[in-house]
């Protein structure tokens, strides 16, 4: 199987999906870097299945063109997106390296209203000069941000670790070998992808901008762009848990949440704010972190949050074996099954979230590697078969609510694991990601993705205000 870095499931991007945003963005740059060496003056994209059916929804157009500009999701200015998209539009000319060619988004990207043999979210790229296609490419965006197609295959490298993981049961394996947690074994792994100075520098990212998002949920209010009309609530919610105390930076809302009440109640709610923040935020096309997906990016912080404002917080430490411990989780379910919403409804996406986030909320709070991989399990065995129904097309309704779900079925999962016996269990992780891919490929291909089932289809007149 391929070595996947955690850094590959944690990916700092823009919202609002990183199968139908992230993976397009990223397949467009790649395509127009490609051109480099060839003269081109028309370049037409084809959107098949699933990219076809919620791409508007989910600004797969807007995706693409950021990405043939060659602008890069990890750093561009969230803020500046609507103007550099509306700046083409209106234009109807594409900056490239070969100077400006003509380009409007509605005739040059196709919503073709059927499925590819290769992948439920195939894009084809073809570059033309006179009329005559110069350079063709397929792609598939499988989820989180990940992009295949056989260019990248023929380029790929391959990586060996010194403790290749392919199963929940190898993981296990590697820590009773040298009696150690599961964030020791993904660390030592982590060093043959990159330096230790470099491996902490994305940790930092990483948690500065789940922090900011968060914290930039909780000072927003407003209306969701998108037609649904979607109210924000992350902003009243956390005013509400603060006793409408007052705050001006962020070092400030935190002092505030830590002398907040903190009954049962209380956290709970909390949880649910954390969550509702991130989602607002990636709606809006505002910086996330995919986790392992945009859709499912509030589960991963939420928990993160609970651990350090409600928990026994060790130290920036513990965030580092936190995400390397979940991080791990979620390469185990890419490799196992999916974690795309096209190809296995949203059990790939909330459902491994919540997995890896109990994974990792397990071991901070002093579980063993068994306890933490049965936390995974049972997080992932309750939301088997969830499917992804998006009103509209758009990540929001009912997305952005089950974010605040799976951080609760985590830490829910998390518990049962501490007060449980792992060796008595009776299904185990390995088990569980099978499950889950054999139920994704019995599930109703219009529950993947589609708006044609599910919520998405018994509210045809909000669909129709999108």
């Known amino acids: ?49 699933s990219l076809s059916k919620t791409g508007k929804g989910h600004a797969t157009d807007k995706a693409i063109i950021l990405g043939l500009l060659d602008f890069h999701a990890e750093t561009i200015d969230s803020q500046e ?9 209106k234009s109807t000319h594409l900056k ?8 409007d988004p ?15 979210n195939t894009l084809v790229f073809k570059a033309s000069l006179e009329g005559e296609i110069i350079k063709e490419e397929v792609y598939a965006s499988v989820g989180g941000g990940f992009v295949e197609s056989d260019s990248l295959t023929r380029s790929s490298k ?6 290749p993981i392919e199963t929940g049961q190898d993981l296990i394996g590697y820590t009773e070998q040298k009696t150690c947690a599961i964030s020791d074994i993904v660390q030592l792994n982590e060093r043959v992808f990159d330096t230790e100075e470099n491996i902490e520098d994305k940790i930092d990212a990483l948690l500065e901008t789940m922090l900011e998002c968060v914290y930039q949920g909780c000072m927003t209010e407003g209306v969701l762009p998108g037609g649904l009309n979607v109210q924000r609530r992350a902003k009243g919610l956390c005013h509400e848990l603060t006793g409408k105390a007052e705050y001006s930076n962020r070092d400030e809302w935190i002092d505030a949440i830590k002398a907040a009440p903190q009954s049962f109640n209380q956290i709970n ?20 972190v995919t986790s392992p997906t945009n859709g499912a990016a509030g589960v991963i912080p939420a928990v993160l949050l609970y651990y350090f404002f409600f928990c026994d917080y060790a130290g920036k430490d513990s965030v580092r074996r936190f995400l390397f411990t979940a991080g791990e989780v979620g390469c185990l379910f890419k490799k196992g099954a999916t974690i795309s919403a096209a190809v296995g409804g949203c059990q790939a996406e909330i459902g491994v979230s919540s997995a890896m986030a109990a994974a990792g909320l397990t071991e901070v709070l002093g579980g063993s590697a068994k306890q933490a991989l049965m936390a995974s399990e049972i997080a992932m065995e309750h939301h088997l078969g969830l499917t992804c129904d998006p009103v509209g097309g758009l990540v929001q309704v009912p997305c952005i609510e089950r974010n605040a779900m799976g951080a609760i079925k985590a830490i829910t999962a998390c518990n049962l694991a501490l007060s449980g016996n792992p060796d008595t269990a009776i299904v185990k992780l390995d088990t569980v990601i099978k499950t889950m891919w054999d139920t994704a490929q019995d599930m109703n291909g219009k529950y993947k993705e589609t708006s044609e089932g599910g919520l998405a289809f018994n509210l045809p007149v909000l669909m129709a205000n999108c």
């Open 1 to 49: 199987m391929e070595s996947i870095s955690v850094f590959d499931i944690f990916k700092i991007g823009v919202g609002p999906s990183s199968s139908h945003t992230l993976g397009p963005w990223k397949a467009a740059q790649l395509f127009i870097n490609s051109l480099e060496a060839d003269s081109f003056n028309r370049i037409n994209i084809y959107l098949y299945g």
């Open 81 to 89: 997106i609507p103007h550099i998209i509306a700046s083409v539009e």
């Open 96 to 103: 490239t390296k070969k100077g400006n060619i003509f380009f």
């Open 106 to 120: 509605t005739l040059h990207i196709h919503f073709v209203d059927s499925f590819h043999n290769k992948h439920p």
């Open 158 to 163: 391959k990586v060996s670790l010194p403790y």
């Open 269 to 288: 709610k909390w949880i649910s704010c954390f969550a509702l923040a991130v989602n607002e935020q990636n709606a809006s096309l505002s910086r996330v």
